[in-house]
């Protein structure tokens, strides 16, 4: 079956380290990719989104994520975390032969220590 | 615009009982779906619509009907509610260009409890 992977389901790290969390697909062919971001007690919010050209996609709040076709991946990172990033990350694909059918990674709990 | 709103917020059900989830968006979207989000599951998709009077099913689609009569409209009903029917149910609604659908706008969920 078709699947979304997140490698890390919990990160705790410090203000100031740097971040990066990891997401694969299984998809083969054209793919829309999206990290969407829950902060505690809201509903998911867009951070960045990839459809074509640059693989490097840089979002809001000083996160940016790297398509790299060829491992099926879309790992998002930040360098330098604040307490305020406290959330849970989700990485989604849309395949393209079935638009609107948006599948999504089972989710990172980041924890930012001050 | 009031984005994409639902009703109620809250809901408790007995088992057996059936309900309808409301959900409605002013943006003019083609697309509009439903997950349910449980703790280490992430969001799956239950049904999903591209269109006014096309939808389709998405991941787990058991015990949950949809329609689309209007754009702007996409209720979830529940048939008979079951305790793993327990779950906070979010909609979303996009729109589309040539590169296919864009991010999705989320409402603010409806946690149900079934008893």
């Known amino acids: 079956a078709q699947s979304v992977s997140q490698h890390n389901h919990h990160v705790i790290l410090s203000e100031a380290a740097s971040l990066e969390l990891g997401c694969n697909y299984s998809y083969g062919g054209t793919v829309n990719l999206f990290w969407y971001v829950q902060y505690p007690g809201q509903h998911l919010q867009l951070l960045l989104k990839y459809f074509s050209g640059d693989p490097l996609v840089k979002g809001i709040k000083g996160f940016e994520a790297e398509f790299i076709k060829s491992k099926f991946s879309f790992n998002l990172r930040k360098p330098s975390v604040q307490w305020s990033d406290t959330a849970e990350y989700f990485c989604a694909v849309n395949p393209a032969d079935s638009w609107g059918k948006l599948q999504f990674g089972a989710g990172t709990q980041v924890v930012v220590t001050p | 615009n009031a984005g994409v709103t639902q009703t109620p917020k809250f809901q408790v059900l007995k088992t057996g009982q059936s309900m309808t989830l409301q959900c409605a968006q002013d943006m003019n979207h083609e697309y509009m779906s439903w997950y349910r989000q449980d703790p280490g599951m992430g969001l799956r998709l239950i049904h999903y619509?591209?269109?006014?009077?096309?939808?389709d099913q998405g991941e787990v689609p058991n015990g949950y009907n949809v329609s689309r009569s209007t754009t702007e409209d996409f209720p979830l009903r529940l048939l008979s509610a079951a305790p793993s029917q327990t779950s906070v149910y979010f909609c979303a609604s996009s729109y589309s260009s040539a590169g296919g659908p864009h991010e999705q706008y989320f409402g603010p969920g409806t946690r149900l409890t079934v008893t």
């Open positions: 619509s591209v269109g006014a009077g096309i939808t």
